[in-house]
């Protein structure tokens, strides 16, 4: 069982940062990545990194957050600039290994205007 614990969400300011953080206890995934989920929305994919360092965004998040890792500390980030409120939701860490889809338990960010 693999388990992702997330931390780093909180309340911001429109324009503001925050950076995510997903600690797992295993790092042989295939793909890692964060997802948000607002009120009434469906989850929706923010970005990911695969295990050979490609990274993938939504359109609607490209030039504000960035994807990274630690391999040293199994460790993955999301550093989000210049945030809207849009970007409110709860945020879900995700990681995809060849054997299973494992989540974190979600944090909350919230974007005040």
């Known amino acids: 069982q693999v388990q992702l614990v997330e931390s780093g969400g909180g309340l911001v300011q429109t324009g503001g940062s925050l950076r995510l953080s997903c600690g797992a206890s295993?790092?042989?995934?295939?793909?890692m990545g964060w997802y948000r989920q607002a009120p009434g929305k469906q989850r929706e994919l923010v970005a990911d990194?695969?295990?050979?360092?490609?990274?993938n965004y939504a359109d609607s998040v490209k030039g504000r957050f960035t994807i990274s890792r630690d391999n040293a500390k199994n460790t993955v980030f999301l550093q989000m600039n210049s945030l809207k409120p849009e970007d409110a939701a709860v945020y879900y860490c995700?990681?995809?290994?060849?054997?299973?889809?494992?989540w974190g338990q979600g944090t909350q960010v919230t974007v005040s205007s």
């Open positions: 990194i695969t295990r050979g360092g490609s990274t």
């Open positions: 295993m790092f042989s995934f295939n793909v």
């Open positions: 995700n990681a995809k290994f060849s054997w299973g889809d494992y």
